[in-house]
């Protein structure tokens, strides 16, 4: 299986590095997107956006050798998932790794910009668990990885809008939550509720770690992603 993996926010192809073993024991063929506009100027406020992450994501998926796998991280859901509604015919299944599929006009989030762009707000911005699982060298180390990301990325809105995208089987590794918390944790923003209550065919499998696994236990979220793929 073709197994396309998307990065989150600030994050570039070299962040799935350690994750992709088990997925090739596994005899898969990985598929690393580099996201458009990282670390780029902002280019008078015209940079790219949240559709032309969805479009790199719609051209890894024309370029495959057969049905795919995607797997998105946190921000890397809404390219995800978007590419999902525009191929629906094309994806076997969506990986969310610690996040959930947006609803049709939901952003990632709003972030603040700075001269157009987004950059990494720094691991001491995010709240403890989220990082309680990276250490000081983990968060030395990734952080010079971290790019800035155009302002369109986090803020513009995913447009969906094929409904076949609900006959797609969803899996969401999260990284605290089992079924139940993402349930209740939907129960606060309706439409993403409904998004989600509206896949046909859907799992939740917690993985016990921060947000960021593939810097924290890459082995595991690779073995879990890889157990996904049926």
Do not use: C, K
């Amino acid at each position: 299986m073709d197994v396309i993996l998307i990065p989150g926010l600030w994050l570039d192809a070299s962040s799935w590095d350690e994750v992709l073993p088990p997925l090739v024991a596994a005899g898969h063929r990985t598929i690393v997107v580099e996201s458009p506009g990282l670390g780029a100027p902002s280019n008078g406020g015209t940079g790219p956006g949240i559709a032309d992450w969805v479009g790199a994501v719609v051209a890894a998926i024309d370029g495959a050798e057969g049905p795919v796998v995607l797997v998105g991280h946190s921000g890397g859901a809404n390219a995800a998932w978007g590419a999902a509604d525009a191929r629906p015919d094309l994806v076997a299944r969506v990986v969310i790794v610690d996040a959930v599929p947006p609803h049709d006009g939901a952003p990632v989030n709003a972030f603040d910009v700075i001269d157009g762009v987004v950059p990494f707000p720094g691991w001491d911005f995010f709240d403890d668990e989220d990082v309680f699982d990276l250490d000081a060298a983990t968060r030395a180390r990734t952080a010079r990885l971290a790019r800035s990301v155009p302002a369109g990325v986090p803020h513009d809105p995913v447009a969906l809008r094929d409904a076949r995208r609900f006959d797609i089987p969803v899996t969401l590794l999260m990284a605290g939550l089992d079924g139940a918390g993402v349930d209740a944790a939907l129960a606060d923003s309706p439409e993403h509720a409904a998004e989600y209550g509206a896949i046909v065919d859907r799992e939740v499998t917690r993985i016990g770690s921060g947000h960021w696994p593939q810097f924290a236990v890459p082995q595991r979220l690779g073995e879990l992603i890889a157990a996904a793929i049926r």
